[in-house]
């Protein structure tokens, strides 16, 4: 129904090059959906704000500049911007297949499981090696459980958003079993985690700051290689096409489900490295909320770039900014933190809606 | 019930799909609407419809401003559509189907709606069992099911958007009787087509459309064929000479592109037993028969997408009997579907970019510029309104089909295609043929299916008649007549032509 008009368009309307009709479009209608966006969710976060009695100016305030105080909440910002870059670059890879792998925060949390095994077992190696094997070990996890979504999917026809949230719950259960159990701390069990690793297994930081180096530019790095894949080669334009019409790929001898399959492996290889440096970089443990729901947010994030790799890293910094900023709210105006949450996802809420009103006009 | 349309306007863009339409239809009479693929037809239906909202302009039912906002709204107003797809709910019974999609002042429960529906189907002769499940239906039957479901809504007008597509002659023929009825009933019938054979024999008014505009109000028929033609493509509608399908040329030593050994297929409840014949290079074969008897199946067997339960199947001398699709394009196999946004093309993709998923020689890197100057080449080559950056969705039906033959292989050796004129004007057609034969010549075998008995005399260079799970012999075209072909795909005769064993 909707794509008869477009079918049965005259071919002397098709706009010229397509490079013209990006730049002379989207001038007004960004401006309605910038309207859209800022204003929508502006009026939706300063309405649970002032249900909640809090004066939303000086809550906006506090999210909007409490990142950027002082080092040490750069340094947080950077840190927790690191492996929302890695899980975001990820998810491009599979919603450009056209799967929702809903299952990323599981694979964030074998990811970190399998990367406390070479820093449990081989504690004597050099920590450059150490870090390696973990930061591998954590990449195969990660890769392995989202290829169990990408089985189930091809073989048996279940759903990737059904298995991935499956797998989530049992990864998570992996996690406590082991706090709990065989990696519990001499002595007692504890929801704050397994014993901390040694200080000498810890990604170096600068001085004085919680900043560990090596985690952003493992991030950047990816997210590079994302990008590069999906537009300059031949695999990602082959991602893209199988993502858009799996028969067609196909039909046209695009080994398409076998890029699936790739996409999938890709962003768990990604989100399980994520999920190592939580490790390596973040708690040094392994603690039973070790994703921190970035997995979820990094969702939200490729949501409101509809998978174009270029913006994703403003928008991961932005979506950080928001949850270190928002720390400062119980400390400052005593509500919790949680407003980041609201904020971000009405952002992502109204951008799906302004893009539906776009598409109707 | 009058229709009277005053000067509607509807645009899409910088497209005047449809620009100041003015016609009248009157009560009790069938109309034809002509035009080429993108004159404007179906959005002029779909704004009486309310599918699409009007710009400007208004309608009026029996001289009352209609207001006609959306399907439910036209549907109270009386006019219902008949799509040329479908609409329906394909998990639903045909039954829950009728009785769901209407008012409950129509239908106000379950029995009286299977009563209803019982008695539809006697009153025209069609043949939907009420509870069969909508998958289980042909097109044409899911198609009587929705006439029978507007006419129980009390439409008093009644669009039918090319409703001979993809119907069986048995069908079609229950249809045209439908539609007198209904017009001697006093209903206005709305009749959407490009094939003029069809006009003629139904309507009483023919009202032609081009580029959005009239160029033929409320004629009367019958009209000279050249004439409607003129109308509706300008000069590029003067009809073609019959062209003579040119013999095969017929290697006897050549080794034969497919060879089946008694193969039995099966998809389904459908089935093809037994199949053994061998289709030698550069030729044309011309699959035939109703709706839904096999045709697919084989064309699907031959491209590798569908593996056959019993039996072997050679392609060029190799045993391919279990080999994957990637095996069969590797040998030079290419399958073209008759639903080209479905599963033929990728829409949101440009010609640009199919170039580069098909080329065979790539490295890692895409080469962006050079795949754009093949995109080029193809464009002036295939006579593709479109430009290289052009996503494939935005282009009409024929220009589709023709960027779809642009991106064959060029070392293409055997060529399946369902339904290769589906839905195009003449002239598209035409146009597509054209590069057919070319490849043809070039010693590509093509394989294709068609409801269109035109089409399949005038192109094919063989025939086989599928008829009631069984095939025919290979059927030489230059001796086969229409008249003939008609009575072997209803089965009178069909055992003289039944291959071996068949």
Redesign the interface.
């Known amino acids: 129904m909707a794509d008869k008009p477009t079918t049965e368009a005259v071919p002397e309307a098709l706009p010229a090059p397509a490079a013209l009709r990006a730049l002379a479009l989207p001038a007004a209608h960004l401006l309605t959906s910038a309207g859209i966006i800022i204003g929508g969710t502006l009026l939706f976060t300063t309405l649970v704000l002032l249900a909640s009695g809090t004066s939303p100016l000086e809550a906006y305030r506090l999210i909007l500049s409490g990142a950027f105080r002082n080092p040490r909440t750069i340094a947080d910002l950077i840190m927790l911007t690191a492996p929302l870059l890695l899980c975001s670059a990820g998810l491009t890879l599979t919603f450009s297949a056209g799967l929702y792998n809903l299952g990323i925060e599981g694979q964030i949390v074998i990811g970190a499981v399998l990367a406390m095994v070479p820093l449990r077992l081989l504690p004597d190696l050099p920590p450059p090696m150490l870090w390696l094997l973990a930061l591998s070990a954590g990449a195969i996890g990660g890769m392995l459980w989202a290829l169990l979504v990408g089985v189930l999917r091809l073989s048996t026809n279940v759903n990737e958003i059904f298995a991935g949230l499956g797998l989530n719950f049992i990864a998570i259960g992996i996690t406590l079993y082991l706090v709990f159990g065989p990696w519990k701390r001499p002595g007692v069990a504890s929801m704050s985690g397994t014993e901390p690793l040694p200080e000498a297994l810890w990604l170096p930081t600068l001085a004085g700051i919680r900043l560990a180096p090596l985690a952003p530019i493992i991030a950047l790095i990816g997210m590079g290689v994302v990008w590069f894949a999906l537009t300059r080669t031949h695999w990602g334009l082959e991602i893209r096409a199988a993502g858009l019409n799996l028969a067609a790929a196909e039909r046209l001898g695009v080994p398409a489900h076998a890029r699936l399959f790739q996409s999938l492996a890709g962003c768990g290889a990604l989100a399980g490295l994520a999920g190592a440096l939580q490790i390596l970089a973040v708690y040094h443990a392994l603690i039973p909320n070790i994703s921190s729901g970035i997995g979820f947010l990094a969702l939200l994030v490729v949501l409101l770039v509809r998978s174009n790799p270029v913006w994703v890293l403003p928008v991961a910094i932005l979506f950080a900014s928001f949850s270190i900023g928002s720390i400062q709210l119980p400390l400052q105006l005593g509500i919790d933190s949680s407003i980041a949450g609201v904020l971000q996802g009405t952002l992502v809420l109204f951008a799906l809606i302004a893009q539906g009103v776009r598409g109707r006009g | 019930m009058d229709v009277q349309i005053r000067n509607l306007t509807k645009t899409?863009?910088?497209?005047r799909?449809n620009d100041a339409i003015s016609l009248s239809f009157a009560a009790g009479n069938i109309h034809g609407i002509l035009g080429e693929?993108?004159a404007?037809k179906?959005?002029l239906m779909?704004l009486l419809a309310g599918?699409?909202q009007r710009d400007s302009g208004e309608v009026l039912l029996d001289g009352q401003p209609a207001s006609l906002h959306n399907p439910a709204a036209s549907l109270a107003a009386g006019v219902g559509m008949v799509h040329q797809d479908p609409?329906d709910v394909p998990a639903f019974s045909a039954l829950e189907n009728f009785f769901c999609a209407s008012p409950r002042s129509a239908l106000p429960s379950l029995a009286v709606a299977r009563q209803r529906l019982t008695q539809l189907n006697q009153q025209f002769g069609f043949t939907v069992a009420p509870d069969q499940p909508l998958a289980r239906l042909t097109v044409g039957q899911r198609q009587q099911l929705e006439i029978m479901r507007l006419l129980a809504c009390g439409v008093k007008v009644l669009i039918l958007d090319e409703p001979t597509t993809g119907i069986t002659a048995a069908q079609k023929t229950a249809l045209f009787a439908a539609l007198r009825r209904l017009t001697a009933q006093g209903e206005t019938v709305l009749f959407v087509s490009h094939k003029l054979d069809e006009v003629a024999d139904l309507c009483q008014t023919v009202s032609i459309l081009r580029?959005?505009r009239v160029v033929g109000a409320q004629l009367p028929m019958p009209q000279p064929q050249a004439e409607l033609l003129k109308l509706m493509f300008g000069q590029a509608g003067a009809p073609a000479p019959p062209r003579q399908a040119a013999a095969p040329p017929a290697p006897a030593s050549a080794v034969p592109v497919w060879q089946l050994h008694q193969i039995t297929v099966r998809e389904g409840a459908l089935s093809v037993p037994n199949l053994t014949l061998s289709l030698p290079r550069g030729c044309v074969v011309g699959l035939c028969g109703l709706d839904g008897s096999g045709q697919q199946l084989l064309l699907r067997l031959l491209a590798g997408r569908l593996h056959p339960e019993r039996g072997r199947l050679l392609l060029h001398g190799t045993d391919v009997t279990r080999a994957p699709?990637?095996a069969f394009?590797a040998a030079g196999v290419e399958?073209l579907?008759a639903d080209r946004?479905?599963?033929?093309?990728?829409?949101?993709?440009?010609l640009t970019?199919?170039l580069?998923?098909?080329s065979e020689q790539?490295?890692?890197?895409?080469n962006r510029a050079d795949a754009r100057t093949q995109a080029e080449t193809a464009i002036a080559a295939y006579n593709i309104?479109?430009?290289p950056?052009?996503p494939l969705?935005?282009?009409?039906?024929g220009?589709?089909q023709r960027a779809m033959l642009a991106?064959l292989s060029a070392e293409c050796t055997g060529l399946l295609f369902d339904q290769p004129t589906r839905s195009l004007d003449v002239v598209s057609a035409r146009a597509i043929w054209q590069r057919l034969l070319h490849r043809r010549a070039a010693g590509t075998t093509i394989v294709f299916a068609s409801a269109d008995f035109d089409e399949l005399l005038a192109y094919s260079d063989l025939l086989l008649v599928f008829f009631a799970g069984r095939v025919s012999r290979l059927l030489p075209c230059p001796t086969m007549t229409a008249a003939r072909l008609a009575e072997l795909i209803g089965g009178v005769g069909f055992a003289e032509v039944a291959a071996h064993g068949g």
Do not use: C, W
């Open positions: 899409f863009g910088s497209l799909a693929n993108g404007g179906s959005t779909k599918f699409l609409m580029s959005g699709y990637r394009r399958y579907p946004m479905h599963d033929g093309v990728i829409g949101a993709m440009t970019e199919h580069l998923l098909t790539h490295g890692l890197i895409i309104k479109a430009t950056d052009t969705v935005s282009l009409s039906g220009n589709q991106l």
